[in-house]
């Protein structure tokens, strides 16, 4: 038996490829950035649609985008029965720099296209402009996911518990 569980640990790790250091760098930016734009999008509906000036629209649309970036990262570490301090702790590790760039170059993107911030909900302009926004800052953010995943940090914590 002791052996039986040797040889299937060492045939676990060569039944597939370890997965490139691009592709895990990109799912780890559509998956942060998919958190950020529920969140972004959210604020942004949220405080335009109160009529709230560009300061506290961008400030509900960052906290939104951090609480479903972080969320994202936890619900499958909570349904593997994770204990919620340390999916806590390791959404916060993973995702962290991730999120704090994406956010950034998002609302200074949207702050720059003139009108974004001030455009109704029904504007094709607000819904063009947070999509732009929100591609640009995936693109910045992908460099930085490849680096710290490359240095076992990022998401790399993470998916060490899949």
């Not at 250091?21 to 509906?45: K, P």
């Not at 400030?59 to 994770?82: D, E, H, I, K, N």
């Not at 950034?104 to 063009?128: E, K, Q």
Request: include cysteine.
């Amino acid at each position: 038996m002791q052996a039986d569980a040797h040889h299937h640990h060492g045939h676990h790790g060569s039944t597939a490829p370890a997965p490139s250091l691009n592709r895990v760098a990109f799912s780890a930016t559509v998956h942060c950035l998919t958190g950020c734009a529920i969140g972004e999008v959210l604020g942004m509906v949220i405080g335009t649609a109160l009529g709230w000036g560009a300061a506290a629209t961008i400030a509900l649309a960052v906290a939104l985008a951090f609480l479903f970036g972080y969320a994202l990262t936890m619900l499958p570490l909570l349904r593997s029965g994770m204990a919620l301090s340390t999916a806590v702790g390791l959404a916060f590790a993973s995702d962290t720099a991730s999120i704090t760039l994406m956010e950034i170059v998002d609302n200074a993107v949207m702050l720059v296209i003139p009108g974004a911030m001030d455009a109704p909900l029904s504007s094709p302009l607000f819904w063009g402009s947070l999509a732009v926004a929100l591609v640009i800052a995936g693109a910045f953010a992908f460099p930085l996911n490849r680096w710290l995943i490359a240095r076992g940090r990022g998401h790399a914590l993470v998916h060490a518990h899949h």
